[in-house]
């Protein structure tokens, strides 16, 4: 059974970085990619960053395109991480992870398994 866990949620000043992880505790989940969204209060839930797990390729949403955030990825471990720095009040979302087990579902955008998020929360 695929369970994803993030981590490395927290409060953090404005400036400051977190580096967020995620995992399948249950170890079977072998993934074709593997994505970050957020959801802040009162929003959408909106994708962050995306990461192709055969090539390590990596997409971003265009309206962080200005923040240099980094999605990487650990193959050995099935892990994926997303490096957030110079974080902002508007950051303060709950962070979710999520995974694609196939090509054509993540070439699709549709990502089968979701984490139960992480919370970050980035005070001025």
């Known amino acids: 059974q695929v369970r994803l866990a993030e981590s490395g949620g927290g409060l953090v000043q404005t400036g400051n970085s977190l580096t967020l992880s995620c995992a399948d505790s249950g170890r079977t989940f072998s993934p074709y990619g593997m994505s970050w969204w957020r959801q802040a209060p009162g929003k959408e839930r909106e994708l962050v960053a995306t990461?192709?797990?055969?090539?390590?390729?990596?997409?971003y949403s265009e309206s962080l395109s200005d923040r240099h955030w980094v999605i990487d990825r650990d193959t050995a471990k099935n892990a994926v991480f997303l490096r957030m720095d110079a974080l902002r009040p508007e950051d303060t979302a709950v962070y979710y992870c999520?995974?694609?087990?196939?090509?054509?579902?993540?070439?699709?955008?549709?990502?089968?398994?979701w984490g139960h998020g992480t919370q970050v929360t980035v005070s001025s």
């Open positions: 990461i192709h797990w055969p090539s390590g390729g990596t997409r």
């Open positions: 999520a995974g694609a087990s196939s090509a054509d579902d993540y070439f699709s955008g549709r990502y089968t398994y």
